[in-house]
Structure formats: C-alpha cells, structure tokens
C-alpha cells in the first residue's frame, strides 16, 4: 500500500485544511492542569465557575495541545514536516469548558523556499479552533516547515 | 504607576523558575498524546530529520515552562503584599506573540525556565483588572537560548 505523502508543493496560498472533532472532558482538563498548570480554574469546577473563565476550563497550553494534535490529524501525519520555528502571534479567544468539542481548520496564508536550505520550503498557516457552538476559542498564525519532494524543480510554487 | 506593584512583580527584574531535564521517555509520552511527529516520537526516524535526534515537542516546553511558573509563584518568588487592598490575584492569559522555539530540546537536555514582568496596565473593559506583559524564556545546559515569548496574563488588582 502506498501513502501519500504531503510535501511543501502540496500547499498552496488560501487553502484550508479541515481538522477532526475531539470532546474535552473534565477528566482531560484536571489531569493535563495537574501536571503543566495547576491553577484552581484548570482543577475545579467550583473555582472554574468563580473565575472569569466561568467554569472548569482548560489551561492555555492543553488548548494548545490539542490544536496541536487536531492538525497533525488533519494535515502533518502524512506529510514532510521538519517542525516550526515559533508562533508569530496567538489568542486565547474564549475559554474551553468540561464538555466543550473542539474542531477548526487551517488556512494557508504563504509559502516560500528557505534560501539557507532550497530543499526546504515554509508554509504559513493561520489556524483557527472552534467550539460546538461555532465560536473561536484559540487563533495562531504559525510557519511549519516541509520538506520539499523534488527540491531540484526550485521554488516553483 | 504603583511602587507596590512594582515590587510584587519584580518589574524587570529575570527571575529564575526552575530546571528541568526533559527525559526521552516523557518527551515521547507527551507527544504522542499531542503531537506524535516522527522526531517527538521516534529515535530512530528523529536521526534522519533536520532535528537529528529525538527533540520535546514544542507544546511540551511551553507547558513545562508554565509548570515551573505555577510551582514558583507558590513558593520561590512570592513576596509578600504591602500595597493597599487585597493581594493581587492571577488570572488567564488573553495570548502571547513572538514565540520562538529558538533551538530544539533535546532528550537529556537539562533545560532553565526564566520569567521576567515587563510592564502592566488597566483593562478597560474589565474595571479591577490589569494586564501584566510578561517575557518567558528557556536556556539548555549550554546556554544556549531554547524558547522566547512574549507573554500576557490578566491579573485582579486596583491601580491607584
């Protein structure tokens, strides 16, 4: 069986990528919280409902995670990622509570080859992650690097 | 702005969180929760990326960065409150920009997470509340510079 697999000639400027579902539980929530970031709104519903958050919500880093994982799902399994170097800018929109199922895409801004490395190309994305009731909760832009799969046809885009 | 909170914040001052030493078993742990890439996951396979050997996932470094900043906020830098009023009390993150993962953390890596408050403001949309602007950082047992961002957290607290 043969793969297909995802290189930089693949992306192409104002495509989006679709991302799964996952359902948040609090279970997910406290046992993420306890180990990265054991703050009362992230381990009790009781402190979560007194916080601005207004209920037991994820830390910031597991709505990360989870992103994280939604667009390797959906677009890096299969592909020649080589990792991204940072995020230029990102937004916890709304908090993400017990319960809440998380979705959201990926949307292609730019891409270039690097020209330290011509065998490699960055791929802007803003990512986007959506709550069941279609609300933003979490925002970024990101480059990821990919390799590319004929490095010796150039930078053609 | 408030001397108080100038020094409940330690404003400018680079303060110390703590050292890590991420271990391949944890590295891969947590990224094959979240982020099971071939060079979080696999020795093997992370020696043929432009990584070249088994590296944290980047999520992974920023949450323990985050660890390290809850455990010393309790313990190591809490300084007592003498402004007036009740004590300043954290609250969430609205974001952060600039973030770098500037080199790769690698297993065996013992890693130092470092925080420095920058400055903080009013909220107005939020009467009570403040916005500290905030550095965070991470240096491996080289010196070397692994993680940079430029990070924000609302905090309950009166300006006079």
Known sequence: MTQTIRAYEDFTEGMTLPFGTVKVTAEDIVRFASQFDPQPMHLDEEAGRASLLGGLAASGWHTCSIFMRLAYEAFLKHSTSQGGPGISELSWKRPVLAG?????????????????????????????????????????????????????????? | ???????????????????????????????????????????EKAAHTLFGGLCAS?????????RYNCAARERTIRIPWHGEGSEPEFGPSPGFRNLRWVKPVYAGDRITFFRTNIEYRPVRSRPGWIVLTLKGEAVNQNG??????????LVRASLP
């Open chain 2, 1 to 43: 702005m408030s001397q108080a909170l100038d020094t409940y914040f330690r404003i400018g001052e680079r303060i110390e969180l703590g050292t890590h030493e991420f271990t391949a078993d944890e590295i891969v742990e947590f990224a094959r929760e979240f982020d099971p890439q071939d060079f979080h996951v696999d020795a």
């Open chain 1, 100 to 157: 809440d199922e998380l979705s959201g895409s990926s949307t292609v801004l730019s891409k270039r080859v690097l020209r330290s490395r011509p065998n490699v190309g960055l791929v802007t994305f803003r990512h986007v992650l959506t709550n069941q009731r279609g609300e933003t909760v979490l925002e970024l832009e990101n480059p990821i690097l990919f390799a590319l799969r004929e490095p010796e046809a150039g930078a053609a885009p």
């Open chain 2, 58 to 66: 980047g999520w992974h470094t920023c949450a323990m960065w985050m």
């Open chain 2, 144 to 153: 070397d510079l692994v993680l940079e961002m430029e990070n924000a957290v």
